[in-house]
């Protein structure tokens, strides 16, 4: 199965879910259609969740078609739910659908006495690269069972009598079994403070994107080293997700004022990309340094040069060799790329933006700024709204520091004992 995504002719985006021979969905599409999109949702939240309905369909194929069995009043097994729980801890390609089982060794005579070593040395090691961390697998699961909610309630109003109320039961005793065995997100901001690049990375990957720098990861060419430069110490120094970068268009760059305007521009016919660009929420206003306004002009002299001989036209900043503006999969591939700097493994770009929030939150504490104010900020520049909460999870790891400071004190005079004096 897979996801297509497309663009009408009125800009709108939508994706749909696709079997192997192409034909549509039916159910999945259709709780798309009705449910997800009604609700206002984004292109790229309906896309990510029909992912997740794939994945349930590639765990239960009996889940394509339930129909025959929500007409019986019956609902899934304690055996389907389980081996679904355990599938959704796997990277999309391991996923094994229900009943598929491995074949099994021959049986093989052994001696009776055996060295531990060399069976511990034949015991097979499990592979972290084929499963998800547990913020992924808590999403996959809540999106499948908002599916088969749904797909169930379609099926429940229909009924009548005795099996209406049988599959209500069999449907709530199935939520709660999952939401039993299902770990849960600790949102708590003292305890998931987003990580960020630490110093010694940044400076590596500061050196490493300069144009000329040796360890530069890119193809020689002068228009991809500056563009993709751009990007990253956008990214870094100003803290805008990927689709808001991909979003720029020339006109929201002011020169006399040196301030780039990040918008949203929901559905924009002019932007032929199926995923979705721009801010996910709001706008936002930047103002941009001396060194970063510097790059920004080589790459827009460079950018012309390369429509010119392209014959291409676009209102987007950052754009293709092939003069199109640049794709989502493009800018992942581009950061990806840097993977192969040392210290650099698990660069993401996302990564970039928690990394600009902890360096903001960071000097604004040393400037000896309220964490109030601080958060304030935060949601201003990086495009928050007004009730977000996110700004706390990077400030969370200094609000309580007077707190901690003075617990220390107080310990240290009512046990005296214990701490006879401080060590030098």
């Excluded at 039916?26 to 990510?48: D, K």
């Excluded at 929500?70 to 801890?89: C, I, P």
């Excluded at 069976?119 to 090691?125: D, F, H, T, Y």
């Excluded at 900020?377 to 200094?398: E, F, N, V």
Aim: charged share 25%.
């Amino acid at each position: 199965m897979k996801i297509v995504n497309f663009v009408g002719t009125d800009g709108e985006r939508f994706a749909v879910l696709l079997h192997g021979d192409g034909i549509p969905d039916y159910w999945a599409n259709r709780w798309a259609v009705e449910h997800l999109r009604t609700n206002g949702q984004a292109a790229n939240s309906i896309s990510t969740k029909l992912r997740a309905v794939a994945l349930l369909y590639r765990a239960l194929p009996v889940a394509s078609d339930l129909t025959p069995r929500l007409a019986r009043g019956e609902w899934l097994t304690v055996a389907e739910t389980d081996h679904l729980l355990q599938q959704l801890s796997r990277r999309a390609e391991a996923v094994r659908a229900y009943g598929d089982e491995v074949a099994p060794i021959a049986p093989k005579r052994e001696r009776k006495v055996v060295s531990l070593e060399k069976m511990r040395s034949k015991l097979k090691a499990r592979d972290d690269g084929e499963f998800v961390d547990t913020n992924t697998k808590f999403l996959r699961t809540l999106f499948i069972c908002e599916y088969l909610g749904w797909r169930a309630n379609q099926q429940i109003v229909a009924l009548r009598g005795a099996k209406k109320a049988v599959l209500a039961e069999a449907v709530a005793q199935v939520d709660a079994y999952i939401d039993d065995h299902t770990a849960k997100i600790n949102n708590d901001p003292r305890f998931t403070s987003p990580k960020g690049l630490d110093k010694a990375q940044q400076g590596f990957l500061l050196e490493a994107i300069k144009p000329d720098s040796p360890n530069n990861p890119w193809k020689k060419d002068r228009f991809i080293r500056v563009r993709n430069q751009l990007i990253v110490q956008l990214m870094l120094a100003t803290g805008p997700r990927r689709g808001g970068v991909l979003g720029i268009q020339t006109g929201d760059f002011d020169p006399l004022t040196g301030r780039l305007q990040i918008v949203r521009r929901k559905d924009d016919p002019a932007d032929p990309r199926p995923v979705q660009t721009g801010n996910k929420k709001g706008a936002s206003l930047i103002s941009l340094d001396y060194g970063l306004i510097q790059i920004l002009k080589i790459y827009l002299i460079l950018r012309h040069k390369l429509l010119v001989r392209k014959k291409r036209q676009t209102s987007y900043l950052i754009i293709s060799s092939e003069g199109g503006a640049l794709e989502q999969s493009s800018l992942n591939y581009i950061v990806r790329a840097l993977r192969a700097i040392p210290s650099l493994e698990d660069i993401h770009p996302h990564l970039l933006r928690h990394t600009w929030a902890s360096n903001f939150v960071e000097f604004a504490v040393e400037r000896g700024e309220d964490i109030n104010t601080i958060e304030e900020d935060l949601r201003w520049l990086g495009g928050w709204s007004q009730r977000s909460d996110m700004p706390s999870h990077y400030t969370s790891a200094y609000r309580h520091q007077s707190a901690e400071k003075r617990s220390l004190v107080l310990q240290e005079k009512l046990v005296p004992l214990a701490n006879p004096r401080k060590p030098k």
